[in-house]
């Protein structure tokens, strides 16, 4: 059943109000893991309970613990739950989506104001903003399908279940917990579940997809000195742990991206001819990739290799070090303590336990190969598993027709190289299919500077996401 013209109307004719809803969304700068932003945090879940609210929903915020951030016991963002009709004779459709983002500063080398909505100035349509596609975008994109429905006085074709977490962008803490605890109260009943959190592949092909990484992000300390030392009166003289920290980190992983790691190549599930097709028929330009990541600088030139190491093959990356000189100008210091942060993004069967028994067991070895006097320790801070859906499934069947209808083409069936932790524990836990249903485009620079949503995609993905509910009310569950 294709979607109530006047609920596509309505979207067409309220494009500047959903970017007014989107852009006081995006003020809000709701980092999560991070204690100068836990007052903002709190403050978005705020902001999305008083606007379901008003829109009719039965909305509440639930608290799900406490956790540390840099040594402080802070509460954890609360979880936002709201429900929405209870009729009998329709679907129960669970929706997810998180109200945290990335970190942001201007000084990182944006463009805009990373918290305020702001218009590309030369009229593309793009509206660049911390979160804009990451996810407040989708998110809002929910609660614009709301907005319309109540306005023109119908009601939604679905019973409609929303769950919104502030803490995805730090490793999803306390929400599995969470939804093992309402999993016979909040979530029981639900025929299935959809996830707007992910991208397009590239700028042109709307996707639905089956898959995400997973991810185990990993921080190696190494502290030696009780402080920071001269590098002129120690230099030569002491074990410096960033020189240990240098040697370690450059042996996990090499310049072509090949895990060295051993034992960890060996886990990965082979390929299948199925896997092997579906990866041949996602149209996927190597330009796409160049134009996404401004730059010539893929490792491959080959498509179908270059999506495996984004879809289906691990990946690990150097993220950073805490501790160690970064400010400009030339301070001569030895550095007493220092945390290289480095993920190994996962893919069946690397799961966050094998993969870091291999990461311990070689840290480790390669530590003492140094024969420093330093101390090393190696922490999975945080740890989520690969997961694979059903793409047969009604629900995906629904998303496909939804999709045709709206932007008149077919979509590709993708996986996401990123990762949602909790994607698996929803689908172990309530034992729902999950369908993941991108709006935004492969170029909208989610955790980058100058992040981005087009204002089509966003008024686009609107429709598509109400458009979605109207044909898996109509779809036979065969
Ligand atoms: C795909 C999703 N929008 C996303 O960005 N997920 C993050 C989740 C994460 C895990 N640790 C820190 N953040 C990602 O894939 O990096
Ligand atoms: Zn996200
Ligand atoms: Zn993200």
Same mark, same amino acid.
């Given at each position: ?20 809803? %989107? /852009?006081?969304?995006? @003020?809000?700068?709701?980092? *999560? &893991?991070?204690?100068?932003?836990? +007052?903002?945090? =709190? ?116 019973? %409609? /279940?929303?769950?919104? @977490?502030?803490?995805?962008? *730090? &490793?999803?803490?306390?929400?599995? +917990?969470?939804? =093992? ?127 495996? &190491? ?169």
């Amino acid at each position: 059943m294709a979607a109530n013209p006047s609920f596509l109307k309505y979207v067409d004719d309220h494009q500047a109000d959903f970017i007014q809803r %989107l /852009k006081e969304a995006v @003020e809000i700068p709701s980092v *999560s &893991g991070n204690l100068e932003y836990v +007052k903002d945090v =709190e403050n978005m879940a705020d902001f999305l309970i008083k606007q379901l609210t008003e829109l009719g929903v039965k909305a509440e915020k639930r608290a799900i613990g406490s956790h540390t951030i840099t040594g402080e016991e802070v509460a954890l963002p609360p979880v936002v739950i709201g429900s929405i009709g209870n009729d009998p004779s329709k679907k129960n459709v669970l929706v997810y989506g998180h109200y945290d983002v990335q970190p942001a500063l201007k000084e990182d080398g944006w463009d805009y104001e990373p918290f305020t909505l702001t218009p590309d100035p030369s009229g593309s349509g793009r509206l660049y903003g911390r979160g804009s596609t990451d996810d407040k975008g989708p998110v809002m994109g929910w609660l614009n399908v709301l907005e319309a429905h109540k306005k023109l006085g119908i009601e939604l074709p679905v019973n %409609l /279940k929303m769950v919104f @977490e502030g803490m995805e962008e *730090s &490793g999803s803490v306390g929400l599995d +917990k969470f939804i =093992e605890s309402e999993k016979d109260g909040f979530f029981a009943g639900q025929d299935c579940m959809c996830i707007s959190d992910n991208y397009w592949l590239d700028t042109k092909t709307p996707c639905l997809t089956y898959g995400l990484r997973g991810i185990n992000y990993y921080e190696v300390r190494i502290s030696g000195p009780s402080r920071d030392l001269h590098s002129g009166v120690f230099g030569g003289t002491v074990h410096e742990p960033m020189t240990d920290l240098f040697a370690i980190m450059s042996k996990l992983v090499s310049p072509e991206g090949e895990i060295l790691i051993p034992g960890v190549k060996e886990l990965i599930a082979p390929v299948t001819q199925d896997e092997q097709d579906k990866f041949e028929k996602i149209h996927f330009e190597m330009a796409d990739i160049h134009a996404a990541v401004g730059g010539d600088v893929t490792i491959s030139e080959d498509t179908v290799k270059t999506l495996m &190491g984004r879809m289906r093959n691990p990946s690990l990356s150097i993220h950073g070090i805490e501790g160690a000189f970064s400010a400009p100008g030339s301070k001569t210091v030895i550095p007493a303590s220092v945390a290289g942060k480095f993920s190994i993004r996962l893919v069946p069967n690397l799961g966050i336990n094998n993969t870091t028994e291999c990461v311990y067991k070689y840290i480790n070895e390669e530590f003492k190969k140094l024969g420093s006097k330093n101390k090393c320790e190696v922490e999975l801070t945080h740890g989520g598993e690969p997961w694979i859906a059903d793409p047969n499934h009604y629900s995906y069947r629904a998303a496909h027709k939804a999709t045709v209808e709206v932007y008149g083409q077919e979509p590709d069936y993708t996986r996401e190289g990123g990762s949602i932790p909790v994607t698996l524990d929803f689908a172990n836990i309530l034992g729902l299919n999950i369908l993941l249903l991108p709006v935004g485009r492969g170029d909208d620079g989610a955790h980058s500077t100058n992040e981005k949503i087009d204002t089509s995609n966003y008024i686009n993905g609107t429709k598509l996401l109400g458009s979605y509910l109207y044909e898996l009310a109509a779809i036979s569950k065969d």
